[in-house]
């Protein structure tokens, strides 16, 4: 149970954060943003024989964050004075809680085929399986690259699609000539959508036997064609290594392959398949930890629910590089903002030269800050790589660098205010 935290010795407005580190078999075992980070910000050492593959920012009950400063969790500090932490719009609009939860992500390989559920079926499921699906809200995200990072996201586009049904004989097999005639001909119609819901079906739900024996069939013939292969090709080689004889392998062939460059984003909103392959990001979400996989994993699989849910838009997913905006208080700063169509969350850069001092923006709900990279201060409040700092609604805050800083800020979209 949480309950708030006893309101007779609360820390200031902008206090440093403990975070939680999360190892899975997916993560990057050795040297990786989520261990040194993780190790700084707890002062435990890693352990570099272990997967390190997340590190949480925030209130969610899996992994909570605790004030350095009073050992009490951040859930139960906010809620002790809900009004001055959050303000008055975030504790009316979403509640007495953090409504945006950040990660930085280490992946060795690729995470599940998997979609997140909007708000009506995160309550079902909720209800229905707690022990699975451990709350009830959802869980857009946002995803920003530190490394050069790999994803898959959203279908791709019929025509590419087409392509490849003709391309991959495999991938035909496996849909079986009735699906995949079905979508060919529903191309440019109305029923393109049920088409290709219909399709995907087919496939995530194909026997074992089937999916086993043409993935064989794939890598046998892409092996001894290497010259023609594809890019495409070779990851779906890469993920049959990874995950053999798994029917994700085969959505490399219908979902967008995207390759981030340091700097840049991709969101997703509720119900759109992603997977993510490789590289690190910082991720920002809505407080959720609610997956629906069926693919590409070892862990429980609805695959059913996935195939219902998902909104089967197709075409590129769109490449945000950020909006450079002026620091007026330090013309040598640059600032980055990252605007997505949610309302829990956004995320912003800021690189600051040793010397400079930064006044950020000043935000009309919470903020939550980390530093990759760099020395100073935060009003006052001492940061080096690895610190996590919480500000409340509407604190001024000043950025100061004794050494060239390097930090991250997830914060309310704009546009709630």
């Known amino acids: 149970s949480r309950h708030p935290a006893c309101a007779n010795s609360p820390p200031g407005m902008v206090f440093s954060l403990t975070c939680a580190v999360q ?37 969610h009950p899996s992994g909570p964050s605790l004030v350095k400063e009073t050992g009490v969790g951040l859930f139960e500090t906010i809620a002790s004075d809900a009004k001055e932490f959050l303000g ?88 079986g000539q009735s699906a995949a005639s079905a979508f060919v001909g529903a191309v440019g119609t109305k029923g393109e959508g049920a088409a290709l819901k219909d399709l995907f079906k087919a496939v995530m739900t194909a026997s074992e036997e089937v999916v086993t024996s043409q993935i064989q069939n794939l890598v046998t013939r892409l092996t001894g064609a290497r010259e023609t292969n594809t890019e495409i090709d070779r990851l779906a080689i890469r993920l049959e290594r990874q995950y053999p004889g798994d029917v994700g392998v085969l959505c490399a062939y219908l979902l967008n392959y995207v390759v981030l460059q340091p700097g840049q984003c991709i969101y997703l909103a509720a119900n759109e398949p992603h997977a993510y392959l490789k590289g690190e990001c910082v991720e920002c979400m809505a407080t959720s930890d609610n997956v629906v996989r069926a693919g590409l994993t070892p862990k429980l699989r609805d695959t059913e629910i996935l195939c219902d849910m998902l909104t089967y838009k197709t075409g590129a997913s769109a490449v945000l590089d950020g909006e450079v905006v002026t620091c007026e208080s330090s013309r040598k700063s640059v600032v980055k903002q990252y605007h997505v169509p949610f309302d829990e969350f956004q995320l912003e850069t800021y690189v600051v030269p040793s010397g400079e001092t930064c006044a950020v923006e000043t935000s009309r709900g919470p903020c939550v800050l980390l530093v990759t990279k760099g020395k100073g201060d935060i009003n006052g409040e001492q940061i080096q790589r690895g610190a996590v700092v919480f500000a409340k609604a509407g604190e001024e805050i000043v950025l100061h660098a004794t050494e060239d800083v390097f930090a991250y800020r997830a914060m309310i979209n704009k546009r709630v205010f």
Request: charged share 25%; aromatic share 6%.
């Open 23 to 59: 190892t899975y078999d997916w993560g990057i075992v050795g040297v990786s943003e989520v261990a040194g980070l993780g190790e700084a910000n707890t002062g435990v050492k890693s352990d570099d024989t272990k997967p390190h593959a997340e590190l949480w920012m925030g209130t």
């Open 88 to 175: 008055e719009v975030t504790l009316k609009r979403f509640g007495p809680d953090l409504p945006f939860l950040t990660k930085v992500l280490s992946v060795a390989k690729a995470l599940s085929i998997q979609a997140h559920p909007d708000k009506a079926l995160a309550k079902q499921l909720h209800a229905a399986r707690p022990d699975v699906y451990k709350d009830g809200n959802h869980k857009p995200e946002m995803t920003l690259a530190i490394t050069e990072f790999e994803a898959l996201c959203g279908f791709v586009d019929c025509q590419t699609l087409v392509e490849n049904l003709q391309k991959v004989p495999e991938l035909r097999e496996v849909t």
